[in-house]
């Protein structure tokens, strides 16, 4: 679950007052995510029609300044057709506010559910919607480094610990030498964009087989396109039991990116030390946060192994995982 923190009734009632959104109705906490607090909220709306928003509080791992750049994009990408949830500005215009230090910000509410077992047919929708977001953000006039890059994931793992890591399992330690190793082959120079960098399932709305909302920007960053291939490709294509790799997904969502944006032959080649890295992201964190969450602490840890298994999958597979589709 995800909600860190307590809002009361009179809180929620007073920050909607300032929005031209109508009165509050309801407010209830959403148990999914890891990072920040969520609620959905309801208000009458301006028009007294009802309408759905969702409120986030911005938790961990988020800087303050980094807020014009996430909610700016979230507009942009929006403004641009993406299935992206606009920013609600208040009515002085500020895209968030601060509530005892955190700041919040209010979101469009979009339609649809987070798929557990997606079909070729959805993985294709997702690859062709990350395309075209990428496309999208081509003239978003703003940029952010990726603070969570594999220099930083191997600097994450260093500062856990050898013996640390090896407390979650016998296997983690050895992740260290992976990233050092990742780090001195990491790809340059590949076609740059702006970047989701986490589109995993449960960041990715559907209905049917079209996607309704991709949510959770909170890691975009500048970044090179190919590495957001990567990371969606290792979140999607394996199954969500027994971890393993599913060649009729990854070569879908594959085709799908490619049916908007095909990839170029260095881009193709650098994918399987790319989705290493994108393993190895999600290793550090996910090991960070299960050696400093606290045992008692409302949230679901995410289990570091299992990206661990999906790092060996692409070191032994080269490039048989991303070999163009045959449609
Ligand atoms: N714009 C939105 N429209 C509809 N549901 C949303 C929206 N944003 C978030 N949600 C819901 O809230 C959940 C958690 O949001 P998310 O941004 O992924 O939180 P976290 O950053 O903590 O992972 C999502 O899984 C989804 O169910
Ligand atoms: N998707 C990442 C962690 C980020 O979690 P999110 O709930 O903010 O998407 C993971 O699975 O480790």
């Keep these: 679950m995800a909600v860190y923190t307590h809002l009361g009734a009179e809180d929620l009632a007073s920050l909607i007052a300032t929005y031209n959104v109508g009165e509050l109705v309801s407010a209830k906490g959403i148990a999914e995510g890891v990072s920040n607090s969520n609620w959905l909220i309801e208000t009458t709306g301006a028009d007294g029609t009802g309408a759905r928003f969702i409120l986030t509080m911005y938790e961990r791992r988020i800087e303050l300044d980094d807020l014009p750049f996430f909610l700016g994009l979230l507009d942009h990408l929006s403004a641009h057709g993406a299935p992206v949830p606009r920013t609600i500005h208040c009515r002085d215009g500020d895209a968030y506010q601060l509530i005892d230090g955190k700041a919040v910000a209010l979101i469009e509410f979009l339609p649809g559910v987070s798929v557990d077992r997606p079909t070729p047919a959805q993985a294709r929708a997702v690859g062709a919607a990350l395309a075209e977001m990428h496309r999208a953000a081509h003239d978003f006039p703003m940029e952010r480094p990726n603070t969570l890059d594999i220099g930083e994931s191997l600097r994450v793992l260093q500062h856990c610990g050898g013996n640390a890591l090896a407390t979650v399992d016998p296997a983690l330690p050895e992740m260290i030498d992976h990233a050092a190793r990742l780090c001195a082959a990491w790809p340059q120079g590949l076609p740059q964009a702006v970047c989701h960098t986490d589109l995993f399932p449960d960041n990715v709305l559907m209905r049917g087989n079209n996607v309704t909302g991709m949510i959770d ?34 070569h879908a969502l594959l085709a799908g990116y490619e049916s908007v944006r095909p990839l170029d032959p260095v881009e193709r080649r650098s994918l399987p030390v790319l989705a ?27 289990d570091p192994m299992d990206y661990v298994r999906r790092l060996h999958f692409y070191a032994e597979a080269g490039d048989s995982p991303f070999h163009p589709a045959v449609d």
């Excluded at 190919?226 to 490709?233: G, K, L, M, Q, S």
């Excluded at 992201?281 to 996910?286: D, L, M």
């Excluded at 008692?296 to 995410?302: E, I």
């Design 276 to 302: 290493q890295g994108a393993c190895l992201r999600f290793v550090a964190s996910r090991a960070e946060d299960w050696l400093e969450t606290p045992d008692d602490a409302l949230v679901t840890r995410k």
């Design 217 to 250: 920007f909170y890691f975009a960053c500048t970044d090179a396109m190919a590495y957001d291939v990567a990371v969606t490709h290792a979140a999607w294509s394996f199954d969500k039991s027994g971890g393993r790799f599913d060649p009729a997904i990854g």
